[in-house]
């Protein structure tokens, strides 16, 4: 099954640290682009930073300077590492990536956008 775990969400004070991880399922051979995206409550989902298969990173304005992604390819996981937290980033984040897996159905490789199942970040004191 092609899968994307997300862990380390947490309750955490202003001005914190956190490091996330999105982990690809073993089925998983290797992946291209990834992304985080957070969604608040009552409001849209949004992105927060993305890497490509080179290493090129992006950002959102709101956690430039704040936040950085990053990749292990030998463990198909990304990472997001989140200092000086703020009450607005309150959120649920989201690992995507442009998956590929073998398909024995097909006896070859095959793409898949993935998502992760979220994981909740609190910031508050």
């Known amino acids: 099954q092609v899968q994307l775990v997300e862990s380390g969400g947490d309750l955490v004070q202003p001005g914190g640290s956190l490091r996330l991880s999105c982990a690809a399922s073993?089925?998983?051979?290797?992946?291209?682009?990834a992304r985080w995206y957070r969604q608040a409550p009552g409001k849209q989902r949004e992105l927060v930073a993305a890497?490509?298969?080179?290493?090129?990173?992006d950002y959102a304005d709101s956690v430039k300077g704040r936040f950085t992604i990053s990749r292990d390819n030998a463990k198909n996981t990304v990472y997001l590492q989140m200092n000086s937290l703020k009450p607005e980033d309150t959120a649920v984040y989201y690992c995507n990536a442009e998956t590929f897996y073998y398909d024995a159905q097909v006896m070859g490789i095959q793409g898949l956008d993935a998502w992760g199942q979220g994981t909740l970040v609190t910031v508050s004191s």
């Open positions: 073993r089925s998983i051979l290797y992946f291209k682009d």
């Open positions: 890497i490509t298969s080179g290493g090129s990173t």
